[in-house]
């Protein structure tokens, strides 16, 4: 099973994603976490380009688009291993919600992965911006409002669930456990 976490940023998805990792391995599944973008030389550009002042501008917005793609590209082959659940922080969607233009970033992803199941952190945009404040050049209010609008019409495109982040960390976990064990054959009612 391929499991993406998405959500603004500051939504708590690390977290969440080492919390269901446990709890997978302790109810007997092997799991592998991935992230985007990764400690390749390719992420480790994308991490460099996000932190520029100009990392908004269209040119390096359709930059950044090539490099997110190539840069998923190189967990695809990963995703094949059918012995283990795999969880990843972000994926193409990201690009669809964060990026523009959006046709491009479509094109360029067309062949990524599809999630089997999207879990969306919706995290309260004031809270996304406190927690992260200062990290790169899309932590302003306007700009993330727009992203979670996007995030909120992209779900509807893939099996998702979507889980209220705005709630302490030990009940964001009980309702993304909650979301999964019906994918899993696990009992809901006998959560960990």
């Given at each position: 099973?391929?499991?993406?976490?998405?959500?603004?940023?500051?939504?708590?998805?690390?977290?969440?994603?080492?919390?269901?990792?446990?709890?997978?391995?302790?109810?007997?599944?092997?799991?592998?976490?991935?992230?985007?973008?990764?400690?390749?030389?390719?992420?480790?550009?994308?991490?460099?380009?996000?932190?520029?002042?100009?990392?908004?501008?269209?040119?390096?917005?359709?930059?950044?688009?090539?490099?997110?793609?190539?840069?998923?590209?190189?967990?695809?082959?990963?995703?094949?291993?059918?012995?283990?659940?795999?969880?990843?922080?972000?994926?193409?969607?990201?690009?669809?919600?964060?990026?523009?233009?959006?046709?491009?970033?479509?094109?360029?992803?067309?062949?990524?992965?599809?999630?089997?199941?999207?879990?969306?952190?919706?995290?309260?945009?004031?809270?996304?911006?406190?927690?992260?404040?200062?990290?790169?050049?899309?932590?302003?209010?306007?700009?993330?409002?727009?992203?979670?609008?996007?995030?909120?019409?992209?779900?509807?495109?893939?099996?998702?669930?979507?889980?209220?982040?705005n709630n302490g960390v030990n009940k964001v976990s009980s309702d993304i456990k909650k979301a999964v064990a019906?994918?899993?054959?696990?009992?809901?009612?006998?959560?960990?």
């Open positions: 099973m391929y499991i993406v976490f998405e959500g603004i940023d500051g939504a708590g998805k690390s977290t969440q994603i080492n919390m269901l990792k446990e709890w997978l391995e302790a109810n007997g599944f092997r799991v592998e976490t991935l992230v985007e973008p990764t400690d390749s030389e390719v992420g480790k550009l994308i991490r460099k380009i996000l932190q520029r002042p100009d990392a908004t501008t269209e040119r390096l917005q359709k930059t950044l688009g090539l490099l997110f793609a190539a840069d998923r590209m190189l967990i695809m082959d990963k995703l094949e291993d059918k012995s283990k659940i795999f969880i990843s922080d972000r994926s193409f969607i990201s690009s669809l919600a964060y990026q523009e233009p959006a046709e491009w970033i479509d094109v360029l992803n067309r062949y990524a992965k599809k999630p089997d199941l999207l879990i969306l952190l919706d995290l309260d945009v004031k809270k996304s911006v406190a927690r992260t404040s200062g990290e790169d050049t899309f932590e302003n209010e306007e700009f993330l409002t727009g992203v979670k609008e996007n995030y909120l019409k992209l779900v509807e495109n893939y099996e998702h669930q979507i889980i209220d982040a019906p994918y899993l054959g696990i009992c809901p009612d006998c959560i960990l």
